[in-house]
C-alpha cells in the first residue's frame, strides 16, 4: 500500500511540474527557418532515401510559407517522396491534389507522369507474383490505371519531355493486358470450356491485335472450334494464324509453346 501511494505522489508531482513548465518542451528545430532552410533541408533528406522526414520538412514547409513557388514545389516532393516510399495511396492522393489545386502548372505534366508511373510500379509488383497464381484469380485493375495514367499524359501534354517513356510504357501495358485474356483463354480451354476460351481469345485479338499474345490467342481460337466441331471457323482461324504468323510454335507445340510474355520489358 505504501509502494502504490509513493506512486501516486510521485505522478502527481511530475504532472504537477509539467503545468509549472519545469519540465522541458519539445524544440522545434525548424522554427524561424526560411523557406529556402526549409526545402533544401527537405531536399536532403529526400535525396538520403529519409522520406518520412522529408515529407515532415516538405508539410512543415507548405505550412509555413502557403504561398509561392516552395509550397508548390513542396506539394509535389511530397507525392515523390510518398512513390519512393511505396506509399501508393497517400502518393496518388497528393498527385490528385497537386493537379486539382494547380491544373496551369508549367509542370503539371510531371504529376500526370507520376501519377502513370505509382499505378506501374504497383502493376509491376503484380507482376512478379504472377507465375504462382492461377490466372482468373489476377485483378488487371493496377495495369488498366497505369495505362489509363500514362494515357491522360500523352493525350493532355503530347509535347511533354515525358510523353515518349509513357507511350513504351503503354505499350508493354497493352501486351500486359492481351497476356491477361490469353492466360484466362488458356485457363478454360485446358478445363474444356472451350466457348469461354474462344470468346475470352477473341475479345484479345480483338482490342489488342498489335500485341505478340494474339498469336497464342489465334491458336486457342483454332483449338477451341477444332473441339467444337466447327470446322469452317477452324479453317478460317488456322489461315489467320498461319498468315500473321508464319513461323508460329503453337501448332508445332501446342499450349506448351507459351511465352514468358512478362519479360518483354
Known amino acids: 500500500m505504501q509502494k502504490k501511494l509513493s506512486v501516486v505522489a510521485a505522478t502527481v508531482v511530475l504532472l504537477g511540474l509539467s503545468g509549472c513548465g519545469l519540465l522541458p518542451e519539445k524544440v522545434d528545430e525548424t522554427k524561424g527557418w526560411s523557406a529556402s532552410k526549409l526545402y533544401s533541408e527537405a531536399m536532403e533528406e529526400l535525396e538520403g532515401q529519409h522520406y518520412e522526414r522529408a515529407v515532415q520538412l516538405f508539410e512543415k514547409l507548405e505550412s509555413s510559407y502557403p504561398f509561392g513557388t516552395y509550397a508548390q514545389q513542396a506539394q509535389m516532393e511530397i507525392a515523390y517522396a510518398y512513390y519512393k516510399s511505396q506509399d501508393q495511396a497517400q502518393a496518388l492522393a497528393a498527385v490528385e491534389r497537386f493537379i486539382k489545386l494547380h491544373p496551369n502548372h508549367a509542370n503539371v505534366d510531371y504529376m500526370y507522369y507520376l501519377r502513370g508511373l505509382i499505378n506501374f510500379n504497383d502493376q509491376i509488383g503484380f507482376l ?17 490505371e497505369a495505362f489509363t495514367a500514362f494515357k491522360a499524359l500523352v493525350d493532355k501534354f503530347p509535347n511533354s519531355k515525358y510523353t515518349p517513356d509513357a507511350i513504351e510504357r503503354m505499350k508493354y501495358l497493352i501486351n ?4 491477361y485474356e490469353v492466360h484466362v483463354a488458356r485457363y478454360y480451354y485446358r478445363r474444356g470450356a472451350y466457348l469461354a476460351a474462344i470468346n475470352r481469345a477473341m475479345g484479345a485479338v480483338n482490342d489488342y491485335r498489335d500485341s505478340p499474345a494474339i498469336e497464342e490467342a489465334l491458336y486457342i481460337m483454332y483449338r477451341g472450334y477444332d473441339k467444337m466441331g466447327m470446322t469452317v471457323l477452324r479453317d478460317d482461324t488456322l489461315r489467320v494464324l498461319k498468315l500473321n504468323f508464319p513461323k508460329t510454335a503453337f501448332l508445332d507445340e501446342g499450349v506448351k509453346a507459351e511465352r514468358h510474355w512478362w519479360k518483354i520489358w
Open 128 to 144: 512478379n507474383f504472377i507465375y504462382e497464381q492461377d490466372p482468373t484469380e489476377r485483378d488487371p485493375k493496377a495495369t488498366r
Open 176 to 179: 500486359a493486358m492481351a497476356s
